[in-house]
């Protein structure tokens, strides 16, 4: 996949898809976004998976940190096939359990990595879509693999959220977590899902507080973080429901 025909096809999607979108989905809001992001290494955007629309959002988080960046997400084969036209969007098949496939993937994120440094890839460790109030989050094992396929790179841990409010349509919240470093710090799957999860909480915590008036008391600024849960308190009724694994 070339990146100037990425781009040109996320271009003309995005002419008749944002319109759409636009129709269910009320707003996406971010949070916590980095000030700079170097560009001589990748990003990888790892975030808990809540919904179809997640690749999308994560779109939208990306034309706000690197805008001129390429986008790739990795995605299941069988979600993928039905859709190929996500191929042409950067969207990358993976087949569970198959050693071939993810081979393939990381041979072509490695060259993409030799070619394009800036890139962006979303990786959803949960594998499959659960509500943002699960706990554990019950990432799998994989980051550790496509980050070793385009080191040197920085980890950016997202939470998304999706929440009704006073429209029909949900808006999403998405707020980020410092921009890691492997080499200043200890970057895993179990780290990576803390950090998701205190995002997470951060955004139950912001909506639990402000109810519905929570839209006008969301950050100007998307670099701005949202206040952190004290520690030892859970977010207020909005994680009562949370799962467990």
């Known amino acids: 996949m070339r990146r100037d025909s990425s781009r040109v096809a996320w271009r003309l999607f995005e002419t008749a898809f944002l319109p759409w979108m636009s129709s269910k989905i009320a707003a996406v809001r971010l949070a916590g976004l980095p000030h700079e992001v170097p560009r001589d290494t990748p990003v990888l955007v790892c975030a808990n998976h809540v919904s179809w629309w997640d690749g999308f959002l994560v779109r939208r988080l990306q034309r706000a940190v690197r805008p001129d960046a390429p986008l790739f997400t990795v995605m299941l084969e069988r979600e993928l096939a039905p859709r190929p036209y996500l191929r042409r969007l950067g969207a990358l098949g993976l087949e569970p359990g198959s050693l071939a496939s993810l081979r393939g993937m990381l041979r072509f994120l490695k060259d993409q990595r030799s070619r394009t440094p800036e890139l962006v890839l979303a990786f959803f460790p949960q ?7 699960r706990r554990p989050l019950g990432f799998r094992r994989g980051v550790s693999l496509f980050a070793k396929a385009i080191a040197p790179l920085r980890f950016l841990p997202v939470g998304i959220h999706m929440e009704p409010g006073t429209r029909s349509a949900p808006a999403a919240y998405l707020s980020a977590g410092p921009l890691l470093d492997p080499e200043e710090a200890d970057v895993t799957e179990a780290s990576l899902e803390d950090r998701v999860t205190t995002e997470l909480d951060a955004i139950l915590l912001f909506l639990g507080t402000h109810g519905e008036r929570a839209a006008h ?9 949202l206040p952190r849960p004290v520690s030892g308190l859970r977010p207020p009724r ?8």
């Open 127 to 133: 594998g499959e879509l659960w509500p943002s109030t």
């Open 217 to 225: 008391a969301w950050p100007d600024d998307p670099r701005e973080c």
């Open 238 to 245: 909005a994680a009562e429901g949370a799962l467990a694994r």
